[in-house]
């Protein structure tokens, strides 16, 4: 596997929008077999389209899910998890679940998340593409 880069959520919704011209040219400096995002990040992709019932928006995102490596939620992940929450919880911060799984899923893979998002900042190994 040559993954270099899990998009988060936030980052995947930039890739699929092509919105921001920083992100995509940083985009276009990867090939696709250096990026992935967690299954996670799949369903909230999906989330985001039924939510707001739009069948284009999801044929953009099923487009998206095709040229893209879906990393499945693993037992490496989840040990990375529990340890991220107690760290976090220990540090008096907060961070939402699913952010905690993207991140504990880059963690177990050794690969830099990509996000602007930033409750993410805690996470070592972070690039903001949109700046």
């Not at 044929?59 to 998206?64: C, K, L, N, T």
């Not at 998890?81 to 899923?105: N, P, T």
Request: charged share 25%.
């Amino acid at each position: 596997m040559n993954i270099r880069y899990l998009l988060d959520t936030n980052a995947a919704s930039y890739a699929i929008n092509r919105k921001n011209s920083a992100f995509d040219r940083r985009l276009t400096r990867c090939t696709m077999a250096e990026l992935a995002i967690s299954a996670v990040t799949e369903g909230e992709l999906h989330y985001g389209a039924a939510r707001r019932f739009s069948a284009p928006l999801e044929s953009v995102i099923e487009r998206f899910l095709l040229a893209i490596t879906i990393i499945a939620w693993d037992s490496a992940a989840a040990r990375r998890f529990g340890e991220l929450r107690a760290r976090l919880e220990r540090e008096g911060q907060v961070m939402g679940g699913f952010d905690m799984m993207i991140a504990a899923q880059a963690l177990a893979l050794g690969v830099t998340l990509v996000t602007n998002d930033r409750a993410f900042a805690r996470i070592r190994r972070i690039e903001d593409w949109t700046e």
